[in-house]
């Protein structure tokens, strides 16, 4: 099956430093992730599409100069939290878009990553 | 981004029951919905999906119900166990593969 993995599974820092968190698909491609944000005990919120060679596409209400994704290779995602804040503290979670046979396509999810801002 | 609920309903029910998972969705141009299960720390893990030209689709000890007229999805666990025990959303694909999340219900099995 189609693995995700992310780096660090968690995180702790202090308020005003940059934390960048990677979503990886370790065995297939993808040239489309997703970036979720999940509150404690609420829904996971779509923040940003990733797409491999371009620019991020951004959901509204999220500031794309604090939350930079780099989506350097087919692979490889990065989500970078800058001057982060206690309110920032939150569950990450990516996601990478599969090509199945049939023009089917399937998100896979990471583990996600725990960051807390101190 | 959308937000579907702020709160999390619980459902509890007894080891071996049938437990069936409520989920209403807003947009009835939606044409597919995926169900999640996701435990504590953990990322969502599919279940089960169904497109909008059925009403029902049926997996391992899982089915899912789709009402479009009232656009409306359930979840059915049959002969739930203590390992089914998690959070469980339902979500809709909308332009792009964007995934819509509704909010969730906690699944907490009883032995």
């Known amino acids: 099956g189609a693995v995700v993995s992310q780096h660090p599974s968690r995180v702790i820092c202090k308020s005003g430093t940059s934390v960048k968190i990677e979503c990886r698909s370790l065995d297939f491609q993808a040239t489309t992730m997703f970036w979720y944000r999940q509150f404690p005990k609420q829904s996971l919120m779509l923040m940003a599409t990733s797409n491999e060679g371009s620019k991020a596409t951004y959901e509204q209400g999220v500031e794309k100069d604090k939350f930079l994704i780099n989506h350097a290779s087919l692979t490889l995602s990065t989500l970078t939290v800058t001057s982060a804040h206690p309110e920032d503290s939150s569950f990450y979670i990516c996601?990478?878009?599969?090509?199945?046979?049939?023009?089917?396509?399937?998100?896979?999810f990471g583990p996600g990553t725990r960051l807390l801002v101190l | 981004g959308e937000s579907v609920g702020l709160h999390l309903p619980t459902l509890s029910v007894q080891e071996g029951d049938n437990s069936i998972i409520n989920c209403a969705y807003s947009?009835?141009?939606?044409?597919?919905f995926i169900w999640y299960k996701q435990e504590s720390g953990k990322g969502p893990q599919f279940i089960i999906d169904?497109?909008?030209?059925?009403d029902k689709r049926q997996g391992q000890r899982v089915t899912v119900l789709l009402n479009k007229t009232v656009k409306h999805l359930s979840l059915q666990i049959a002969a739930t166990q203590p390992g089914d025990s998690a959070v469980y959303f339902c979500a809709e694909i909308r332009y792009g593969n964007k995934l819509v999340f509704g909010a969730g219900t906690i699944l907490r099995v009883k032995s």
């Open positions: 996601s990478a878009l599969r090509l199945a046979g049939g023009n089917q396509e399937t998100q896979y």
């Open positions: 947009n009835s141009a939606s044409d597919y």
């Open positions: 169904i497109r909008s030209n059925m």
